[in-house]
């Protein structure tokens, strides 16, 4: 089994609609955090979680929210989504020392 | 702002060669810099990183350099293999303990 596992791997949703993307790790790590890669702009960070408790916006947080249901799982959703929300998200986790991430494999959003 | 930043969209090298990746950043307050290479499909993953109080790290065919004065970071493969062939980030973590800021990648190819 994967470290981060993220689901669904692919999604096309409408206009409006709401999402959900999940992500769980086993890597028993406090720190987590929600990327957006587009292309020929690198990854931007959207969310992060030091731990249960703390949730904290990253420098594209419009249009997003996040819960942190437990230590090993942190869901984005996107509450009405739009088309420029078309992009591959990816969730990764940390310890916090040497700032060394592990990463999901990506889902694949479309926006119609 | 992007505070890490890869100029070049893209390099090519030929195989057994040395392949030169380059970083640079704005921010004097970073403490760990990072490189990561991501396969299409999958999530990046972590390769080589460096402590902003030593100036190289080595790792293999991996070397990276850091020039605090010029705040500029390279990678360097040697001898490139075609299985090299991905996108490199570079990041950089705040010594605030932030989430870590990312370039926005260079594609490596490297040719038999």
């Known amino acids: 089994d994967a470290d981060v596992t993220q689901t669904p791997r692919n999604r096309i949703t409408k206009t409006g609609k709401r999402i959900m993307l999940e992500c769980s790790q086993t890597k028993g790590h406090d720190r987590m955090y929600w990327y957006r890669q587009d292309p020929g702009l690198g990854l931007q960070l959207i969310y992060y979680?030091?731990?249960?408790?703390?949730?904290n916006k990253g420098e594209i947080s419009d249009g997003y929210s996040v819960s942190r249901q437990a230590q090993a799982k942190f869901s984005l959703s996107l509450e009405s989504a739009i088309p420029n929300q078309t992009a591959l998200y990816f969730c990764?986790?940390?310890?916090?020392?040497?700032?060394?991430?592990?990463f999901g494999s990506g889902t694949r959003l479309t926006v119609v | 702002d992007q505070q890490v930043k890869q100029n070049s969209p893209s390099l090519s090298v030929q195989e057994g060669r040395i392949s030169i990746l380059n970083c640079d950043y704005t921010?004097?307050?970073?403490?760990?810099f990072l490189w990561y290479k991501k396969y299409p499909a999958e999530g990046p993953t972590f390769l080589i990183s460096?402590?902003?109080?030593?100036d190289k790290n080595e790792d293999g065919r991996f070397t990276v350099f850091l020039n605090k004065s010029a705040k500029h970071l390279s990678l360097h493969i040697v001898p490139s293999q075609p299985g090299d062939s991905a996108v490199y980030f570079c990041?950089?973590?705040?010594?605030?303990?932030?989430?870590?800021?990312f370039g926005k990648g260079t594609s490596l190819l490297v040719t038999p």
């Open positions: 921010n004097s307050m970073f403490d760990y």
């Open positions: 990764a986790t940390s310890d916090g020392t040497t700032g060394g991430y592990t």
């Open positions: 990041a950089a973590r705040p010594n605030s303990g932030y989430a870590l800021n």
């Open positions: 460096i402590s902003s109080i030593k």
């Open positions: 979680s030091f731990d249960v408790k703390d949730i």
